[in-house]
């Protein structure tokens, strides 16, 4: 795949990661209600369901007063940002900092993936797409 290539999939990809982020933000924190998809609790492991709203209520749901669905945002649109400077510009450094922007929202993953699944024993789909859009 070429620069173009790359430069499209990390686009889209953060595009997608901050659709779904925005849209719990919203829905959630401002409206009061669960986004699409969330209503019915549905067992997908043995013990575990796709529940947003037990993920969303949980005390892990926030880093003192922010949501982590905020910094998630946060991450996805720095990420769209670090990409679109370093393929108009192609800097070494640029590339650098992408690389580790991007291991530091991938070295995030397991301890959320745990507190999903071993902690709350609940999925959130939204942040489940998040986390695929990280990847």
Same mark, same amino acid.
């Given at each position: 795949?070429?620069?173009?290539?790359?430069?499209?999939?990390?686009?889209?990809?953060?595009?997608?990661?901050?659709?779904?982020?925005?849209?719990?933000?919203?829905?959630?924190?401002?409206?009061?209600? @669960?986004?699409?998809?969330?209503?019915?609790?549905? +067992? #997908? $492991? !043995?013990?575990?369901?796709?529940?947003?709203?037990? %993920? *969303?209520?949980?005390?892990?749901?926030?880093?003192?007063?922010?949501?982590?669905?905020?910094?998630?945002?946060?991450?996805?649109?720095?990420?769209?940002?670090?990409?679109?400077?370093?393929?108009?510009?192609?800097?070494?450094?640029?590339?650098?900092? @992408?690389?580790?922007?991007?291991?530091?929202?991938? +070295? #995030? $993953? !397991?301890?959320?993936?745990?507190?999903?699944?071993? %902690? *709350?024993?609940?999925?959130?789909?939204?942040?489940?797409?998040?986390?695929?859009?990280?990847?």
């Amino acid at each position: 795949m070429g620069r173009t290539g790359w430069f499209i999939l990390l686009i889209a990809f953060s595009a997608g990661g901050l659709a779904a982020s925005a849209l719990v933000l919203y829905l959630w924190y401002v409206v009061g209600r @669960l986004p699409p998809g969330c209503y019915l609790p549905q +067992a #997908v $492991l !043995p013990g575990v369901t796709v529940d947003c709203m037990t %993920v *969303l209520s949980s005390p892990y749901a926030h880093i003192g007063p922010i949501p982590l669905d905020g910094l998630a945002a946060v991450w996805f649109i720095l990420n769209m940002g670090l990409a679109a400077v370093y393929f108009r510009t192609f800097r070494d450094g640029l590339l650098t900092a @992408l690389f580790y922007w991007r291991l530091v929202g991938i +070295a #995030v $993953l !397991p301890y959320l993936l745990y507190v999903e699944l071993a %902690v *709350l024993k609940a999925l959130c789909l939204y942040c489940t797409i998040m986390h695929a859009f990280i990847i």
